[in-house]
């Protein structure tokens, strides 16, 4: 059982110092009064020696040619433009919901654009951030699909994997010699923990969209501006939901102030603080001081990046114990002003204003 709710609770009845998470095994503070439930301590099962990876270490890099040891300046920067948007349009990828901006991308209608442009053009998408569980991407007309096992396929965070899907044989083939010639296939082993994933994807997501939408609605209720597909207030939500069949585990909010949103990734307890997600532990990040952050300032703003933004990848603990150690952040943090009846974001009015 869920155990008592939490929903219209005053504040002054939160126990903000009740549950404060040891490191290590499973969290088993009383919080308001009670444990937390079964689903929530199995999440949180660990042997005492833990190495605090959330999921597997994945670096990449780019190097150029060069005319000179020294080369830099308007040189090194036409290639690296070349590289990202001067190329033949020859493929074009996609991802949807985009992260962590939650916008939607339009697969037929960009697919139909680029093969009426170039029959011979490639359209792939990016559907980790669904899985296939939710959006087929090849039923929408794109050529080739994309997910990374690492994420919600595997769902533990255990391995680092890729997945390709192809609707042309010929070059399904030319990707099979690729990936065989190069060695860069999966290993036995990591072949079977995704395999053994894979068995509870369906349940997993069914779970983790469940609580996505519980804690979407509580943080909505609240007045706070956020993103979501499963909420009717996204402005692209009929355009989700004329290709998905769900709404996904992502989401982000805003509170207005950096140093805010800052404190709340910082106080909340059963939410870990990484850049992943898709597993079955709830993560919270800022990404404009973590995964984003080395895109610079002026670039964020012109492409939209709310500097305050939070993004909450929801695992498959029990929403209530989520919902309250978000509470207990946003109350810690000064997010919220507190009345008897309950509490609400700061400036929220204002912000419902300005939307409209």
Not at 203 to 225: C, P, T, Y
């Amino acid at each position: 059982m869920a155990g008592e709710s939490s929903k219209g609770k005053a504040p002054a009845a939160l126990d903000l110092d009740g549950h404060d998470l040891p490191p290590s095994p499973a969290p088993s503070t009383p919080r308001n009064g009670r444990k937390y439930a079964l689903a929530t301590e199995l999440v949180y099962l660990e042997s005492n020696d833990q190495y605090n990876a959330s999921s597997v270490p994945i670096y990449q890099s780019a190097t150029f040619k060069q005319e000179s040891a020294g080369g830099s300046g308007e040189y090194v920067k036409s290639i690296y433009d070349y590289t990202r948007s001067g190329n033949p349009t020859r493929t074009h990828l996609e991802r949807t919901p985009t992260n962590p901006l939650i916008k939607i991308c339009d697969i037929p209608s960009i697919a139909k654009i680029a093969h009426d442009a170039n029959p011979a053009a490639i359209v792939a998408v990016d559907n980790t951030m669904m899985s296939p569980m939710l959006l087929n991407p090849l039923d929408l007309g794109a050529d080739v699909v994309y997910e990374s096992g690492t994420k919600y396929l595997s769902g533990h965070h255990d391995l680092m994997a890729g997945v390709i899907a192809i609707n042309n044989s010929a070059l399904g083939d030319r990707l099979y010699f690729t990936i065989n010639a190069s060695g860069c296939g999966l290993s036995p082993f990591d072949s079977w923990l995704l395999l053994r994933g894979i068995k509870t994807l369906g349940v997993r997501m069914e779970k983790q969209q469940d609580n996505a939408m519980r804690i979407a609605e509580f943080l909505e209720s609240h007045g706070f501006k956020v993103r979501y597909p499963g909420l009717k207030s996204h402005p692209q939500y009929a355009l989700h939901w004329s290709m998905a069949r769900g709404a996904g585990a992502v989401l982000s909010f805003e509170t207005g102030d950096v140093l805010v949103s800052e404190r709340i990734v910082e106080s909340a307890k059963l939410w870990a603080i990484s850049v992943s997600f898709g597993c079955v532990n709830s993560l919270i990040s800022m990404p404009c001081r973590m995964s984003h952050a080395s895109i610079d300032e002026k670039t964020r703003k012109e492409r939209n990046m709310p500097e305050d933004i939070v993004r909450l990848c929801v695992g498959i603990e029990d929403p209530e114990d989520l919902i309250d150690d978000l509470s207990r952040a946003l109350v810690q943090a000064g997010a919220v002003s507190i009345s008897p009846d309950g509490f609400r974001a700061v400036g929220a009015d204002t912000a419902v204003t300005s939307a409209e």
